[in-house]
């Protein structure tokens, strides 16, 4: 089954950027759409953004206009870069398909605090 490998998270004051990669094992990501996930302690898993298979990107509210989602199907990698981060998008990020089909991974922690 296809791997997936989140990296690029970590300690950021508000304000900050991050840009988060997904790394999937095999070639799905030309043939998916792909999404950005995170959970925070306590709440439940929410899609923050996606991408499809011909380019259509669609964003949770809260980060519309400070975070974009991107990939590069040749490389088997999607992105997602977070500007104006807040202390609210603290959580641990996920990459998977859109709907999930494949295992989550490990994920990556972003903690936006001052």
């Known amino acids: 089954q296809v791997q997936l490998v989140e990296s690029g998270g970590g300690l950021v004051q508000p304000g900050g950027s991050l840009r988060l990669s997904c790394a999937a094992s095999?070639?799905?990501?030309?043939?998916?759409?792909m999404g950005w996930y995170r959970q925070a302690p306590g709440k439940q898993r929410e899609l923050v953004a996606r991408?499809?298979?011909?380019?259509?990107?669609d964003y949770l509210d809260s980060v519309e206009g400070r975070f974009t989602i991107s990939r590069d199907n040749a490389k088997n990698t999607w992105y997602l870069q977070m500007n104006s981060l807040k202390p609210e998008d603290t959580a641990v990020y996920y990459c998977?398909?859109?709907?999930?089909?494949?295992?989550w991974g490990q994920g990556t922690q972003v903690t936006v605090s001052s």
């Open positions: 095999g070639s799905i990501v030309n043939i998916a759409t």
């Open positions: 998977n398909t859109e709907p999930r089909i494949l295992d």
């Open positions: 991408i499809s298979r011909i380019g259509i990107i």
